[in-house]
């Protein structure tokens, strides 16, 4: 016999969990929406400066390893925070100059270092801060907001800055390092000057606030000796560098042929061991010492030129107002 779908002891449709559509929609429609959580001044300056503090000992020892501070050394640190990588720093240099923007924490700052007098704690922007006129060394667990320019800070203080130690963002870490098998142009750029490394990751647990994403160490070390000291050969490896990295004709070589004849090129490419369809990115800073080497009486050469002039400047043009 059929079913009776009209029968009066029939239950009514309901969704999954046994409650009719109508029944849940009508509530939904009743409830109060959710008040936002309400952010204090301490969430405010977290976001406004990106502060994510190091938290985990063993991460604090891993930063203070690979700055290998000495007790002759002068310290600047960058973004001091609560302290923790300041304290452990403290006792194994001359001289700390601890940088910090956040009003809130200096004088949490100041009270953690009363014991160390060696340790200036300054209420200012860093990157408005002076270098010192003597050896510095950097050490700072960045905010990732701020990293390139933090970067670009320590560049311009070379020669005077020996080395910086900085935990940032793993992917910037590993970009400029050279990690993922591919090198950047500010790496290559500075590399007669300045080695790159990477010294290790920091899983994104040990900050607090939790970041999105794991952190990574990275030091920066100016050479006793540039790898080029002669003006006229460091000239031309600038020169080769920004050319190559606009990209043009999608090759190095294609790039390169613009103010290289195609003979001298090909000789280049044969001792840095590089095929004539290499991307620029995949060349690294010792193939482009070689490309330097071989080249450099032929760019020279080319100098005489105008046009060569002109495009040299405009190539620089272009990629320093790059993201490159």
């Not at 985990?56 to 600047?76: F, I, N």
């Not at 510095?136 to 560049?155: D, H, Q, S």
């Not at 080769?240 to 004709?249: A, C, H």
């Not at 010792?286 to 080497?293: G, H, K, M």
């Amino acid at each position: 016999m059929a079913r009776n779908r009209h029968h009066p002891h029939a239950r009514p449709h309901a969704q999954r969990g046994g409650e009719p559509r109508r029944n849940t929609e009508a509530r939904r429609n009743t409830e109060a929406p959710r008040a936002e959580p309400r952010r204090t001044e301490r969430d405010r300056a977290r976001r406004a400066y990106g502060q994510n503090f190091l938290i985990d000992p063993g991460a604090v020892a891993r930063v203070v390893r690979a700055a290998r501070p000495g007790p002759g050394d002068l310290l600047v640190e960058v973004g001091a925070g609560k302290g923790v990588l300041t304290e452990a720093l403290a006792p194994r240099c001359r001289e700390l100059i601890s940088y910090e923007i956040d009003r809130q924490l200096i004088p949490g700052l100041r009270k953690r270092l009363a014991r160390s007098p060696w340790v200036r704690v300054v209420h200012q922007d860093f990157l408005s801060a002076a270098p010192p006129r003597e050896p510095f060394a950097l050490v700072g667990n960045v905010p990732y907001a701020r990293t390139a320019e933090i970067v670009a800070w320590a560049l311009r203080a070379v020669p005077r800055l020996t080395s910086a130690t900085l935990l940032t963002q793993a992917e910037y870490a590993r970009k400029r390092s050279g990690d993922y098998g591919r090198w950047s142009l500010l790496t290559v750029r500075s590399w007669p000057e300045v080695e790159w490394r990477l010294c290790g990751r920091v899983a994104r647990t040990a900050f607090r606030p939790v970041p999105a994403v794991d952190g990574g160490i990275l030091r920066l070390t100016r050479r006793p000796r540039p790898l080029l000291t002669d003006p006229v050969a460091r000239s031309v490896y600038a020169d080769l560098v920004e050319l190559g990295f606009t990209g043009v004709g999608g090759s190095l070589h294609a790039s390169l042929r613009r103010v290289c004849p195609a003979r001298a090129l090909d000789r280049a490419f044969r001792a840095a061991g590089l095929g004539r369809d290499v991307v620029v990115a995949y060349v690294t800073p010792e193939q482009w010492l070689v490309l330097a080497q071989e080249l450099t009486e032929v760019v020279a050469g080319t100098r005489s030129s105008a046009v060569s002039k002109e495009l040299i400047v405009r190539v620089k043009s272009r990629v320093d107002n790059s993201n490159l």
